[in-house]
């Protein structure tokens, strides 16, 4: 259907306005100095023009990026690590991590899961504050190089295939298969990832659906990372199974009564799909390129 | 990722059975099924029917990566994979500075911070989740 292929380039491309601000205390050099200009008012220099990347620098700590919701944090900051490295004394500057009011950044979840987490019922842009010192071992992984962001990658397709099809369609794929659909996420080519992932997503012509379902449910309100447990697509009677089934089933507390307040949001992609959307559906078309639905469940926002 | 000091992990499941012989495992299928609620494994301390606190784990050698000589252990779900890893390394005596690397189904690697309990759930068979770990990498 030509609608849900839209859906999946309406999730490819799907971006956050952010905003990148040197942490305070880590400014070391060129203090007094803005980097652009010589009065400290805001000067809008576009330094890349990658249509779906476009940099703009405000001031010499400060730059707006848009992110894509479907990619990792440490894959598309580059030019944040390089602008903001120029202001700063080699010998102050270690691994980059990033924090939003106070709560550090997992580069290894997806961008969208991060803000739909924690920062979907705030204005934009998103506001990420940039350290490049005191990293914070107790919450978060490091990230040596893009191989390893590719590695963790690979292995969430793994697992969510493990899951899916017992690993047979990932385990059949040659190197090269995928090779190109790390290529495809790093170099944002939507063709290019789906000419291979669209394997993942088939199923045997008997069944209603894949073995068993990869989704992840965050809340920032439990001390669990995320609940991930076996549940498959369609029932013993052949209904599809529909998200609404799946919360009620492993997370009863994000279904709000169905005569009371609305208490929370059930959101993937910034969106908030009807409960009685069927799983499998959901699996095939809202995933992240990791093949994994992550789903936030977020306060209902008091405006 | 914060992990609690390594005593935090049980005796092995034989020695609190009060036998010594492990029992032989068969080599693991790599289709697991989904595990029994019911099952409990040889020496946990928590009846049937409960919500085991702990889950059973086999650790099996890769390549030239040494045996351990006690394979099986109870550990508990919040425990993470970094935490797992510490634990082989210290029992191996390994350098800090070598790399251990564990896959479930022998085919992905999990993240450090990925809690046991959850891979039990969704990759445990017969009543115990199956690790193999590797100095190198084994399975990409």
Redo the contacts between chains.
Sequence with gaps: MTDDKDVLRDVWFGRIPTCFTLYQDEITEREAEPYYGKDSSVSFNVVSSLPSMMLYTLEWNRILLLLPRVSYLTLVTDKVKKHFQKVMRQEDISEIWFEYEGTPLKW?YPIGLLFDLLASSSALPWNITVHFKSFPE?DL?HCPSKDAIE??F???M??AD??KH??QV??EMQKKD?KQLWMGLQNDRFDQFWAINRKLMEYPAEENGFR?IPFRIYQTTTE???I???FRPVAADGQLHTLGDLLKEVCPSAIDPEDGEKKNQVMIHGIEPMLETPLQWLSEHLSYPDNFLHISIIPQPTD | ??EEPQSVLQLPTSIAAGGEGLTDVSPET??PE?PSSAAVSPGTEEPAGDTKKKIDILLKAVGVTPIMKTKKWAVER?RTIQGLIDFIKKFLKLVASEQLFIY??Q???????Q?VG?LY???GSDGKLVLHYCKSQAW?
């Design positions: 290894h107790k992984l590695a963790h690979m292995s969430c793994k697992e493990a899951l017992k690993s990932i385990n995928h068993y669990r990372p995320f991930q447990k076996l | 990722m914060a790599t289709t989904p919040t479930v189904n085919s992905f690697a999990p993240s450090p911070d809690e959850t759930e969704c990759f990409g």
